[in-house]
């Protein structure tokens, strides 16, 4: 069982739709991370918050929101999606900003 | 801009021989050095990490790392049709504020 669990696991969502991705870490880390993986490209890192303080926004389109209430919790706010953010969106924590990052099982999201 | 380079692979290996991935990064001043499992459709998952010139040893794993040469490789030792999977390099440079950075992946398939 990871220490870091999100839900839900799978989202078909449409182009008109709010919805929100959760994550939840159980290994006492101060740093997450939203990452999306979509297919044959790298890893891109979209937000990182530092003890709930956002340090770093890659860049990406508003209608991704996030949401950091408190070290152990964080969201993925979701609206008027496009068909290309189709992918798999990762959680992750770590001890501290970019110390080992662990990964939770991923919410696939399907924007039709 | 700081890269990670990986070969895309696939890289087909028999059963029960060595398989050897290998990363090249960009930025001199990286010091820590990680590698990751994926599985098709699973989040990745850290099998090691290294600091330090030099050979470390895990099981059937071995990273080995080459700071003059820029690259990081990881070694698999009798491999196992378990072990197909991407392998994910990831960098981070030795500044306090430089996040990770991945590399794209190698797919690695052992062939029974």
């Known amino acids: 069982e990871t220490g870091v669990t999100q839900t839900p696991r799978h989202l078909v969502m449409g182009m008109t739709n709010k919805k929100s991705l959760k994550c939840e870490q159980h290994?006492?880390?101060?740093?997450m991370y939203w990452y999306k993986q979509s297919a044959k490209k790298p890893l891109e890192l979209m937000f990182v918050?530092?003890?709930?303080?956002?340090?770093e926004n890659n860049s990406v389109p508003s209608r991704f929101s996030p949401e950091c209430p408190n070290s152990s919790h964080l969201f993925l706010h979701l609206h008027t999606l496009q068909p290309e953010d189709s992918a798999l969106y990762l959680c992750?924590?770590?001890?501290?900003?970019?110390?080992?990052?662990?990964f939770g099982e991923g919410s696939w999201l399907t924007v039709v | 801009q700081k890269e990670v380079e990986q070969n895309s692979g696939p890289l087909s290996v028999p059963e029960g021989a060595i398989a050897s991935l290998n990363c090249t990064y960009s930025?001199?001043?990286?010091?820590?050095f990680f590698w990751y499992r994926q599985y098709s459709g699973k989040s990745p998952e850290l099998i090691m990490f290294?600091?330090?010139?030099g050979d470390k040893e895990d099981g059937r794993f071995t990273a080995q790392l080459n700071k003059a040469s820029q690259y990081v490789s990881l070694l698999i030792r009798d491999s196992q049709p378990s072990d197909s999977a991407t392998y994910l390099c990831?960098?981070?440079?030795?500044?306090?504020?430089?996040?990770?950075?991945f590399g794209k992946g190698t797919r690695l398939h052992i062939l029974p």
């Open positions: 992750a924590s770590s001890q501290g900003y970019s110390y080992t990052i662990y």
């Open positions: 290994l006492g880390h101060n740093a």
């Open positions: 918050y530092n003890f709930k303080e956002q340090t």
């Open positions: 930025d001199r001043g990286s010091q820590s």
């Open positions: 290294i600091y330090s010139n």
């Open positions: 990831a960098v981070k440079a030795g500044n306090r504020d430089d996040k990770i950075i």
